[in-house]
Structure formats: C-alpha cells, structure tokens
C-alpha cells in the first residue's frame, strides 16, 4: 500500500559490511528501519527512550540506542548490529562464551549486551569484572543473569576477545 | 544407563490424567521425536528441562527431541505455565509418557523377534536384543504401533543402552546469540501489518471524545477502531502506527476514572479497606510438647509496595481473523494458550473451536503481565481487517503503567516467648489484594481492553489461587518453624484501585520478609545467634540442612569487617512443601543499601537440571534483590507514574551481587521447582544484613537511603 503523501527520503549506509539503502520518513527511529525494512531482528525495542539497551548497534564504533535515533542520523555510516558480530559457523569469541556460559535466561537484552561487550573488548581486551559490569551498565537485564554474562565477557576476553 | 524405574501408580500424573492420549505427547517424525506440552518457555529454559527428560525416558540424543511450542490446537491443556509447578507436572507427565511410548516400541519389536521385551536395550532409538543384534528403530516401529492409546500408568522397566544427558544446553539460546529471529516480537507474518492501542492514565476512565482530525496528517493509517472507551488504529507500517497513536492519544479526551490510594501510606490504605479474612492456620498447642504461657512478647509490622514485572520486552500479540468470518488465530506470548483462548472466546462470543491460540516466545515472564492483554488488543484490531495479521506491541509506558503489578502488602506479627526466649505464642495478619487476575478469573475474561468495550466485561478484585495451589496472599504466611499456638489470618482486600495479579511467588515474597525478619528480630531480643535461632525452632532435617549448609558456606561464624557492613540469614521452605532455600546476605550501607554477596543453599528433590536449577536461582535472587533494595511503583491520586526505566529503576550490572549457588541434590525425591523459591530468603537475609550493619530495622519496602533514614528517625 501507498503511504500517501508522507515526504520520504532514501538514505544509505553501510550495515556488517553491506551497503544498504532504505526509503523512509526522516525521524523514524533506526531500529523500525533494521528490524521491519531491513529484516534484522538481534536489535530489540526495548523502551524507545534509551534507556535499557535492547536495542543497541555500533554506529561507526560507537554502542548507540538505536530506538531513539532517527534514520536521517545514520545516513553514510557504518552499523554494525550482533548479527554482524558472528553467525554460527563464524561465531564472535563473545558469542561463543556466551553460548558455554549459558549467560542468559529469556535473551532479550542478549544483543545489545554483545554490541555493549564488543565495543568493550576493542578499547580493553583484557578487562576485569569491575570494568565489564562497568561497560554493560547502560544494559539492563530483568532476568538476573547479570553474573554469568559477566562471567561470559571475561571468558571471551581470555580467549582472544575481538577476532576482527 | 538409566537407574530408575518408573515408579508404580495408583494414578496417573495430574497432567497426564486430564490429557491420557499418548499421540497428544508425542510423535515420530523422519528421524525426530516430535514432543507437545502444554507448558511454555518463558524464558526459563522450561523446554530443555523437558526435551532432557523426554530423551531420558525415551532413549534417545537429545537432539533427536523437537520441542513444539503450545498451540490449542494440538498441545495437551497444561493449564498456566507458573508456580515453579512446570517440572513437577509436566515433567511427571513426560516421563510417564515417555516411558510408555518407549515400552510400546520395545514390546513390538520384541514380538516379531520372539524374544523378552526386558531383554532388549536401546541406544538412540535403535533396539537391539540381548546379545547386541540389531532388530529395528523406534521411526520403522512407529508405523506398527498406534499411539492413539491412553496411558495405562503402569510402572515401566527402565531404559537401557542411551546414557542420559547431563544439564543439556539451552535449545533457545544459539537463535538469541545470533540475532536469528526468536521472539514473537520478530515474528513477520505474509501481509502483516501494525496496530496500538490509545489508552487513559486513569484506570476506568471514560472516552468521551476525540478533538479534530488528528489523524489528516499521519500517512498509511488503515483503520481506526472505537468500541466504547477502547481506542486503537492500525497502519501498514510500524511508525506510521506509532505517528498515528501518538496523535490519536493527544486528541483523545477522557472523563472520570478511580482515584488511587495514598502511596505513602499503603498499610493504612491496605488496612482500613474492606477485606475478606481467611483464617489459614489457628492452632492451640503442639501435640508433643505442652507450652506455658508466654513471659514476654514483641511485634511489629512490615509492609512491601506494589511491584512492577518490568520484563525487558513490552508485550506483543499477533491477531488474524478468517476473511469468511470463521475464526481467529492468536499468536501470544501468554502463559497458557488454552486460558486466553477461553477468555478470548468469552469476550468476543466465538465458540471456543473458532478460537486458535499458538505460543511464540517473549521475553521474561515473571508472573501475569500484559502479554494476555496485548494478545486481545490484536484480536480487537484485526477484526477491521479481516484476514490480515495486525501485530500489536505495548509502549514501555503502558508496559509499566497499565500491566496487572504484583499486589502491595501490609502485615503484622506478634509472638509470646518462653523464659528460654522460645516462641510459645505467634499470631501473624497480613493484608493485600488478590494475587490472581488471569483470564477466566471471578467468571471475567481478564483482559483490559475487555473492560472498554462497549459491552464490557468488568475487571473485579484480584482473587487468591486456592490452597491447594499455594494460596495467594497466605502463600508462606505459616512459618516453617514448629512454634505450639499459632493462628494465621489472610485478608484479601476487595477493592482494587491499582489492578493486581501473579507476580513470582506471589504472597511469599512478603510474608518470607516479614516472618525472617522478625526471626531475627526475636534472635537479636533474646540475645541468641540468628542460625542457632532458626535451628532450634526447626524439626524438618531437609530445612536445618539448607540452613546449616548457608551457614557454613557463608562462613557465618567469621566476624564481617569494614564500615557498614554486615551479614544476614534467611530461610523458607516455598509454598510450604516446595524447595527449600536458605540464603545468607553480605551488605555494605553506606550512601545507600548494597548487596555484596548472597550464598543460597537450595533443596528441589530431585534435579533434572542443575544448570537450569542455578540459573533460576541466580537469577531469582538478583531480581529479588532489585525488588528488595529498589522497586516500588510510584503514583500519585490520579495515575502510576513509575512509568519509564529512570522512575521504576532496577539494578544494574555494577550493583549485582556476586551470587553463589549450592544445590542439595535428593535424587529420591520427588522434584519440587526451582523458579521461585529464592525470593522471599533474599529479602529477609539483605533486610536482616542491613540491621547487622548499621543497628537499623527497616521493616517497609524497599530498603533504599529514604527508609532506612525514616526508619532511624521512628
């Protein structure tokens, strides 16, 4: 169906490596743009103000809530969400210790949680707990699996922390 | 090898009993086993627990189990998936399942080979005889038997051949790890398109208009829905929705609505409303040892405020009405498919076969929270457009404003001491509404945009669950401890200004807080140790091992050192006949209430995963933890106004705890559930830390810097 008369605008830039372009109204957020036009799901909402971490995505390096920034603000850069950390036959170190310290329980927060501990590693590749749980603050988890995500980023650390 | 046999019954498993047909459970696909249950995965990794069973009794890798979500359609009616009952029911079932269908495939292939069904060994389901010779598999078997039977219930000789799997890994978890779609709220159906529903701050708040046209100027809109005071539109894509909804609630002009509580003052508001008492326990004497008359007393009074789920996910629900008008499939992250299709049912008057609910993953569900309601908003949208999926997800301000919030509470304790300093005498009162409100509960469909049609269906008080099922608001309300005169009153509040419902372990978590804190008050008055204390007034050796054992791992008799810190003890049996768990708390109070450390020691019985049983703990303790130092919904006479993640704040990654999890494995005994029986220790032992620490008892939730200082001050 036809948006009727909304002004809508292309804008480019690069996601994992890919050079991608989308058609949408300025202010919509970057996440309804990855997840609905670009059918990249790791990013979540998770509250729309920035507030919990869900949906975080590197923008040029830098950990960024993706909920409450508007598309026109991504235009020419380079995104990276957790689907670009890793896949299964390629997996992040995070990823894979994530995996053998069953750091999560539901996995909502997990994505934003790896591009928070991604950005981390790439500063700081050998943290300690004070510096993860640092790093991860803006992350929240309603489940409590808190400690063995931490435990997972000190794992991944340890066996090479950012393979790239 | 499996060491067990099915143990002999009289009956068959609860679950089992209301669903006795074999092929409801399970069936043979290729080279997969295809397993039903009617219990969901709420993020507790409930569905490996059961594939792990399923593939022990049956014989078979892990692997070769494919777990198929809840679907009214072809799942057994479980019921809700809650209460840490998951294990024990639908693990009791599976297995019994299992078995059965393991022996059916055994004994025929038994029977062409002519040989003693006890003979033959299974390995990944390849039978074999007793000299090792290969004689068939379970998927040629399948096409000889017929699992269209009933189960029998008969004991079934253990299996054979297949080594168990020991805690299989979560199913779930590589799809979260990669970003691979997961959750409901991924799920992209063909001609899927967007709704939300506009509600009033105010509950029962009336529409009474909508100013102007606000929507002239918001593209793509496809519908705009009014019945009565609900309001909603739906729109091909997912911004225009939220352009549209914002523009809708800005026009939108409400009346009326019920005027809320006092916040400040919940357990004058708690005591003073109209109540219903339960009188859950009055006893005069203990049978074995005659008590005197007390020689001294104490009481006191504890409170907890209202609580948020606060799941890091807003709720989602998927609707899509047949094009002929014949029925609707609802695709939710609910905690029982088959309640919400009743209630659905009930609320638009289909018959309930027109009604398809099917269970997709969302995030943590921690008791009755908005994923009902989101999946009723749907159903409420998607009748505007027949045959389109209208997917409906709720902003993080209606997630945290509108979502039934688990009930605030008010109790008050007394107890008549010995010379000895023993409780002779214990009278405990504790009031809240009701901890249950799901759908079909007091004969509503239970569902709040029900309550704004047109042709409503009322919201009444929250009930209690009965005590067969743990109680609600006398969930834990009788202490563990073998005091001689007791008498115990529950008092469900009958109004319900903020709505109410299931929040993890329900009542425990109050009543655990105030009758551990007082323990330790009565510990402190008569001079004794708090682990002494709790000891002598405890027969059951299962709960003096969890508390010895806290004790112990805690290093409780070491002297805690630094400025404002200080070591507490707790200790619950959940529900009064679930886990046992004892907890010990190291805080450090300074600028504000820091929890350092918890050691909790629990005993499930049985384990059937024990890194499922840790991760439950862990996680349970870190959120009762948050609960205990940080939640309290805020709101002011007209509305919740806790309604984003700085006003409702819970604890973060740099104020977690380091948590240590002992497990007690009694591989005799029956498993009891894991998920919530940390909650309730956790709140005491950090309460009664906090005393240790700075001489102070804060007796009202939650132990922030405002309460402990007013406690100081009273």
């Given at each position: ?7 809508r605008e ?22 309804t ?8 799901t790791?990013?979540k ?7 919990c ?5 590197l923008?040029?390096?830098?950990p ?8 026109w603000?991504?235009a020419?850069?380079?995104l990276?969400?957790?689907e670009?950390?890793g896949?299964?036959d390629?997996?992040?170190s995070?990823q894979?210790?994530?995996l053998?310290e ?17 950005a981390?590693?790439r500063?700081?590749?050998a ?21 063995r995500?931490?435990?997972?980023v000190?794992r991944?650390a340890?066996?090479g922390?950012?393979?790239? | ?11 068959l498993?609860?679950?089992l ?5 074999l ?13 039903r249950?009617?219990?969901v ?6 569905l ?8 022990a009794?049956l014989?078979?890798r892990?692997?070769?189990?494919l ?6 359609a072809?799942s ?6 809650a209460?840490?009952?998951s294990?024990p029911?639908?693990?009791a079932a599976l ?9 059916l495939?055994v004994r025929a ?5 002519g040989?003693?069904?006890t ?5 990944d389901?390849v039978i074999?005889d ?5 004689l ?5 078997l399948?096409?000889e038997?017929?699992l269209d039977?009933e189960a029998?219930?008969?004991?079934i000789?253990a ?9 299989l ?9 990669f970003?691979?779609?997961r959750?409901?709220h991924?799920l992209?159906?063909?001609g ?7 509600r ?5 708040a009336r ?13 793509g809109v ?9 309001l ?9 929705v ?24 919940l ?11 339960t009188?859950?326990r009055?006893r005069?004497?203990?049978?074995d040892r005659?008590?005197g ?7 006191a009074a ?5 609580l948020a789920?606060?799941?890091?996910a807003?709720?989602?629900?998927i609707?899509?009405?047949?094009p002929d008008?014949?029925g609707l ?23 309930l076969?027109?009604v ?6 969302g995030?943590?569900?921690y008791?009755h ?9 749907a159903v ?9 999926p209208?997917r409906?997800q ?9 979502a ?7 109790a ?5 001491l010995?010379?000895?300093?023993r ?5 405990y ?9 799901r ?12 309550a704004?049609l047109?042709r409503a ?11 067969q099922r743990g109680?609600?608001?006398s969930?834990?309300a009788?202490?563990a401890?073998?005091?001689p005169?007791?008498?115990i009153t529950?008092h469900r ?8 419902s ?5 009542g425990a978590f109050?009543?655990v807080?105030?009758i551990?804190s007082?323990?330790d008050e009565l ?10 204390y709790r ?13 010895a054992?806290?004790a112990?791992?805690a290093s ?6 630094g400025e404002?810190r ?14 046992y768990c ?14 350092r ?13 024990f890194?499922g049983?840790?991760n439950?703990?862990e ?14 919904v ?8 806790s309604?984003d993640?700085e006003?409702?704040?819970i604890?973060?990654?740099s ?6 999890v ?8 029956p498993s009891?559930g894991?998920?919530e029986a940390?909650?309730g ?13 700075i001489g102070?008892?804060?007796r ?9 200082i ?5």
């Amino acid at each position: 169906m036809e948006e009727g008369f909304a002004v809508r605008e292309t804008y480019r830039f690069t996601v994992n490596g890919v050079d991608r372009e989308v058609h949408s109204e300025d202010d919509t957020p970057l996440l309804t743009v990855l997840r609905n036009d670009l059918g990249l799901t790791a990013a979540k909402f998770g509250c729309g103000l920035g507030l919990c971490g869900a949906c975080l995505v590197l923008i040029d390096g830098h950990p960024t809530s993706a909920c409450d920034t508007p598309v026109w603000a991504a235009a020419g850069r380079s995104l990276v969400t957790a689907e670009g950390l890793g896949g299964p036959d390629d997996p992040h170190s995070l990823q894979r210790a994530f995996l053998t310290e069953q750091a999560a329980q539901c996995g909502y927060c997990i994505s934003g949680v790896l591009i928070s501990a991604a950005a981390l590693l790439r500063t700081d590749p050998a943290p300690d707990e004070e510096a993860v749980a640092a790093a991860l603050d803006r992350n929240l988890c309603r489940c409590g699996a808190h400690g063995r995500m931490v435990r997972a980023v000190l794992r991944a650390a340890a066996d090479g922390g950012d393979p790239q | 090898m499996i060491d067990r046999v099915a143990a002999p019954r009289a009956t068959l498993p609860k679950d089992l009993a209301a669903n006795p047909r074999l092929a409801t459970w399970v069936g043979f696909e290729r080279d997969r086993v295809l397993v039903r249950v009617g219990k969901v995965e709420l993020g507790q990794g409930i569905l490996t627990a059961l594939a792990q069973i399923a593939a022990a009794e049956l014989g078979l890798r892990p692997d070769r189990v494919l777990m198929v979500a809840a679907d009214t359609a072809s799942s057994p009616d479980e019921g809700i998936t809650a209460g840490s009952m998951s294990v024990p029911e639908s693990g009791a079932a599976l297995r019994q399942v299992c078995a059965e269908v393991r022996w059916l495939l055994v004994r025929a292939a038994a029977r062409t080979a002519g040989c003693d069904p006890t003979e033959l060994s299974v390995a990944d389901g390849v039978i074999r005889d007793g000299g090792g010779r290969y004689l068939s598999t379970y998927w040629k078997l399948a096409a000889e038997i017929s699992l269209d039977v009933e189960a029998t219930g008969e004991p079934i000789p253990a299996a054979t051949g297949t080594a168990p799997a020991a805690d299989l890994p979560r199913l779930d978890l590589p799809d979260k790890v990669f970003g691979r779609p997961r959750f409901l709220h991924d799920l992209v159906l063909p001609g899927m398109v967007h709704g939300r529903v506009v509600r009033p701050t105010r509950r029962a708040a009336r529409l009474v208009e909508i100013a102007g046209e606000p929507l002239r100027a918001v593209s793509g809109v496809l519908a705009t829905v009014r019945d009565g005071s609900f309001l909603g539109v739906v729109a091909q894509r997912e911004d225009s929705v939220e352009r549209a909804a914002a523009a809708l609630g800005g026009a939108a002009v409400w009346r009326g609505g019920v005027e809320l509580p006092d916040e400040d003052d919940l357990t004058s508001y708690l005591r003073a409303a109209p109540s219903e008492a339960t009188v859950v326990r009055a006893r005069d004497g203990a049978d074995d040892r005659p008590a005197g008359p007390p020689m001294f007393g104490h009481s006191a009074a504890y409170s907890r405020p209202f609580l948020a789920h606060a799941s890091i996910a807003p709720s989602c629900g998927i609707a899509r009405w047949d094009p002929d008008g014949g029925g609707l499939t609802v695709w939710s992250h609910t905690q029982g498919v088959f309640p919400l299709r009743a209630a659905i049912a009930q609320a638009t008057s289909l018959p309930l076969d027109a009604v398809r609910v099917r269970h997709v993953e969302g995030a943590g569900c921690y008791g009755h929270n908005a994923a009902d309601d989101a999946a009723f908003d749907a159903v409420l949208l998607a009748r505007a457009l027949p045959g389109q999926p209208v997917r409906v997800q709720w902003s993080r301000r209606d997630e945290l404003g509108q979502a039934p919030f688990g009930p605030a509470m008010a109790a008050q304790v007394s107890a008549g001491l010995d010379g000895d300093g023993r409780v002779v005498e214990w009278t405990y009162d504790v009031w809240s509404n009701g901890h249950a409100s799901r759908p079909g509960y007091a004969g509503s469909p239970g569902l709040l945009a029900a309550a704004h049609l047109e042709r409503a269906f009322d919201l009444p008080a929250a009930v209690d669950p009965p005590p067969q099922r743990g109680g609600g608001t006398s969930r834990n309300a009788l202490p563990a401890y073998g005091f001689p005169r007791q008498r115990i009153t529950a008092h469900r509040v009958l109004t319900m200004p903020i709505r109410t419902s299931a929040l993890r372990s329900l009542g425990a978590f109050m009543n655990v807080f105030a009758i551990e804190s007082f323990m330790d008050e009565l510990a402190m008055l008569t001079g004794h140790d708090p682990v002494a204390y709790r000891l002598a007034h405890l027969t059951d050796e299962r709960a003096r091992a969890v508390v010895a054992q806290a004790a112990r791992a805690a290093s409780w008799d070491d002297t805690v050192t630094g400025e404002g810190r200080g070591r507490g003890i707790a200790f619950a049996r959940y529900k009064d006949r679930g886990a046992y768990c004892a907890v010990v708390a190291e805080v450090e109070a300074v600028q504000e209430v820091r929890v350092r450390r918890l050691v909790v020691v629990v005993d499930v019985g049985r384990v059937i995963n024990f890194d499922g049983v840790r991760n439950q703990i862990e996680g349970g303790a870190i959120q009762a933890t948050s609960w205990t130092v940080k939640e309290r919904v805020r709101f002011d006479r007209t509305a919740v106004t806790s309604t984003d993640w700085e006003s409702y704040p819970i604890l973060r990654f740099s104020e977690v705890p380091r948590v240590e999890v002992h497990v007690l494995n009694r591989p005799d005994a029956p498993s009891l559930g894991a998920g919530e029986a940390a909650q309730g220790p956790v709140a005491a032992a950090i309460a009664n830390a906090l005393f240790a620490a700075i001489g102070v008892r804060v007796r009202d939730l939650p132990l922030t810097a405002e309460r402990v200082i007013a406690a100081m001050d009273a």
